[in-house]
């Protein structure tokens, strides 16, 4: 029969969910808002993970490992979060607007997101910002990178260094 020790979380082990709060919500608002660019949005996002790991704290093995479990949850609470807006915005689009039409105030709204860099982050494809944004801004290293993706470290390799020839090109444009 096998050993069931590894699998079995002792009962005293216990996730401080208020001192992770405290130490790591306002990094965690910080990701998640590069990856929705929304603070309302972003901050609902965390919340939800810190909920999640409140109430699945019981599923977790290792207490140390609770950081990584929140970072995954917001990386993707962030995509599930992108995915209705583009299913929003997609049947809004062509349910309002006819699909030639611009906005009169487009330009002014460009000018109001900020600056070029951030314009050209939000401009990459997910999975190249998600990668910029965890190793630029949150400054994770590749292995934890892969696994708040759930991809390898190759993955992420390849991925930077895509994304970063991407954000040159999109740059030049702006120029």
Known sequence: MPDRSESVRHPDARIDVETLYAAH???????????VDDVAIAEDVVQDAFIALHRGQSRIKDPGAALGYLRVSVVNGARSTLRRRRTVRSFLSRAIAPPDAAPADRDLMRR???SAVFRAVQALPDRQREVLVLRYWSDLSQ???AEALGISEGTVKSTASRALDKLEKIL???R
Do not use: S
């Open 25 to 35: 919500r306002l990094a965690l608002v910080r990701l998640a808002v590069l990856l």
């Open 143 to 145: 292995r934890q990178i």
């Open 112 to 114: 109001e997101t900020g």
């Open 172 to 174: 030049e444009e702006y």
